[in-house]
Each structure stands twice: as C-alpha cells, then as structure tokens.
C-alpha cells in the first residue's frame, strides 16, 4: 500500500499533492495549497515553493534547515480561500523536529489568486 501524503490527507501522495508538484493539477482552495507547500517542505521541493509563492512576497532562494523533519501538519481554520474566492487566510500548526527536539510552527497565512492560481502571500 503507497504511504500517505504528508499532507494529512488520508490519500497516497500520488493521489494527494503528488499531481500539483508534478505540474498535472492546481490547487483550488488556498487550504489545498498551504497543503501542498507543507509536502513540498518535507519533500525539500523548492522550485514548487517558488512556483506557489507570491510575485511581491517571493524570496530569491529557498533555504531549509539542516536537520529539520517534518512530522505532522494541522489545519486550524480557514478564512475564504474557497474556488469562488480570490483571498483567504489557512491557520495550521506544522510539527518539526530538529536534531530529536521537537518544535511547532504556528502561522496564519494570506493567500491570494496570481493569474487565476492560488498563491501564498506571507503569514499574519
């Protein structure tokens, strides 16, 4: 049985998040986004990071910490985001550990369409 996205979805990575880092599919709703961007941190994926980054928040390069597992994800809430909005805010807990210490990122991000796609902006 194929192992189960990183994302938290109860669906195979191929299933899951696999088709929108492979270019096949785009995310509908900003929380679909914020899931596939978690995975393409696990997976170290940084040119779908860059892709799925706002044009006026976008970093020149990706850096991932030395060490850093990626363990769980958590979707807290959602603000618009939906396939009929253009904004929307996804609130999550992502867990980590780093050299065996456990840690939690906890953001509310902005997310906002870019020729029709969803993107992420920057977290509140």
């Not at 393409?40 to 892709?51: C, E, R, T």
């Not at 976008?58 to 909005?85: C, K, N, Q, V, Y």
């Amino acid at each position: 049985m194929p192992a189960l996205c990183p994302c938290g979805q109860d669906l195979p990575y191929a299933a899951c998040c696999g088709p929108l880092h492979r270019g096949q599919a785009t995310a509908s709703t900003a929380e679909q986004l914020m899931r596939s961007r978690y995975t393409a941190f696990v997976m170290h994926d940084a040119p779908y990071l860059q892709q799925t980054w706002s044009l006026t928040t976008r970093p020149a390069s990706i850096d991932f910490p030395p060490g850093r597992e990626w363990t769980g994800l958590e979707i807290i809430g959602t603000t618009g985001g939906s396939p009929f909005h253009s904004e929307g805010t996804v609130e999550f807990r992502a867990h980590y550990t780093t050299a065996g210490t456990p840690g939690i990122q906890h953001e509310n991000s902005t997310f906002t369409r870019e020729a029709g796609h969803w993107v992420y902006v920057t977290a509140l």
